[in-house]
């Protein structure tokens, strides 16, 4: 069964429906895949310079998460907006932003804040996603997205086991195979897009061999899952909330029929695992179920993705540290922590307050959320020297990239692992690794921070 097909738009059109009588399995199919996720709004234009001497915290805030989203230029608002104030209230808003380390550190580990309820209507993420029903969606109501404890050590536990470092160090070998046999197909091409070729292929099939998903579904879900995150976005239109309601319902549909095609054939894989919790053991319901299975595999290749192409831009764009790296191969662990701090895959997070408490001296009410401009924390030059110079030596190095506290991304270690591997493979097999343009194209994105496309020679 085909659901959520794609109109040249990138937008879900109304489902079609065929029956495959080997496997009735729901399918995803888009018209264009050269098309990028939602194409009229995912291109960055370099947005008219603001007086950064003379803007006022209220004005960097807008212009931050709207105009210079996805630019070059985003750091230095970033740096004058902590310069002003660490942590800032915009006017009686019940919103709080953070740019620094310690504070950021703070709240993403103390137990007095946490994940605001899908269903809260005290908080702003809440009534940002409940105009076109994403409340409702499974990934974001059922899901551990959304949870705090006792739910979320529980949905957490059920899955943490495979992101534990014993089961990765098993998992490396396949990783190897599946980057070599990547790599093994742009070889012989002389320019390649390493967005679509590699930063995209090689994540989504780890995760779809993960969870067991067929290998003929996974790329069908960039464009799928790209309309759902684009909700989550500060300036996303209503028309892209809708959109992402409906990629998401389209996901959850796919799920239910893959659930089902899972207790007819298991496997060992993660959702067969996670039937068996839920079919044997009651620990998880139908929702829950779904929900994980939505969450692991969008979030388990949007955030690698941007990994690989933000960190080889990075590297290629200083090239003195690609050469310490191609000549240091040992460094490779420390380069990938400092791809992750110098070009964070997310720049933001957010957190609700449980109850009245402070931020260093700032006051902080019950139900307020909390704002985490990661990608300031993680140049703080409070917390690192030389924060704007891109160093794949420097230690010690704890970036907030995956955030911190009970809900430290699950599968940073995975992420990390990917990252290695195809820095590693991409140094050692090829002779020169090149730019063709120096000036590359940010999506217009500022949650998710990636480029458009990345275009390279490998010599």
């Known amino acids: 069964m085909t659901l959520g097909k794609q109109d040249l738009n990138g937008k879900l059109t109304k489902p079609e429906q065929s029956v495959n009588c080997s496997q009735q399995t729901t399918r995803l199919t888009a018209k264009n895949n050269d098309l990028d996720i939602a194409e009229s709004n995912s291109l960055s234009v370099e947005q008219p310079e603001l007086d950064i001497n003379s803007a006022t915290a209220d004005e960097l805030i807008v212009h931050i998460m709207t105009k210079a989203a996805g630019t070059s230029s985003i750091y230095k608002y970033l740096a004058k907006l902590r310069k002003i104030s660490p942590i800032y209230r915009m006017g009686e808003l019940p919103v709080l932003f953070c740019t620094n380390y ?37 990934m974001l109501k059922h899901s551990m997205l959304m949870k705090n404890p006792p739910d979320h050590t529980r949905l957490r536990s059920l899955v943490s086991k495979t992101f534990t470092p014993s089961r990765l160090n098993k998992l490396k070998p396949q990783i190897e195979l599946i980057t070599d046999d990547i790599l093994n197909k742009v070889s012989d091409i002389k320019e390649v897009e390493v967005m679509e070729h590699i930063a995209f292929r090689l994540p989504v099939r780890i995760i779809g061999e993960l969870i067991g998903m067929p290998t003929e579904d996974r790329d069908q879900f960039r464009y799928v899952v790209a309309n759902s995150i684009a909700a989550m976005e500060p300036s996303a239109t209503l028309e892209q909330i809708k959109n992402a309601s409906q990629a998401m319902s389209t996901m959850e549909l796919y799920m239910k029929e893959f659930i089902v095609e899972k207790k007819r054939h298991p496997g060992d894989d993660l959702c067969s695992e996670l039937i068996n919790a839920h079919v044997y053991k009651d620990k998880l319901n139908e929702d829950e179920l779904i929900g994980t299975l939505v969450l692991l595999f969008a979030a388990g290749f949007e955030t690698t993705t941007n990994l690989i192409g933000n960190g080889l831009y990075s590297l290629l764009s200083n090239i003195d540290q690609y050469e310490s790296l191609k000549s240091n191969p040992s460094y490779i662990e420390s380069a990938v922590e400092e791809m992750l701090r110098y070009e964070s895959p997310v720049q933001l997070d957010a957190r609700v307050a449980f109850e009245d408490c402070h931020i260093g001296e700032t006051a902080v009410k019950k139900h307020d959320t909390v704002v985490i401009f990661i990608g300031a924390a993680n140049r703080d030059p409070l917390q690192f020297d030389n924060p704007d110079i891109f160093n794949v030596t420097r230690a010690p190095n704890n970036p907030l990239s995956f955030a911190a506290g009970i809900h430290h991304c699950l599968g940073a270690n995975l992420s990390r692992l990917e990252g290695k591997i195809v820095f590693s493979k991409m140094l050692e097999r090829f002779k020169d690794i090149n730019l063709t343009d120096e000036k ?16 390279v020679t490998f010599g």
């Not at 908080?123 to 029903?133: D, H, I, R, V, Y």
């Not at 590359?440 to 275009?455: A, P």
């Open 102 to 138: 310690k504070y950021s550190d703070f709240v993403f580990r103390d137990h007095r804040f946490g994940k605001p309820s899908a269903n809260d209507n005290h908080n702003l993420t809440a009534q940002m996603m409940s105009p076109a029903g994403l409340t409702e969606s499974a």
């Open 440 to 455: 590359v194209v940010w999506r217009n994105s500022f949650i998710l921070r990636g480029l458009k496309e990345l275009n």
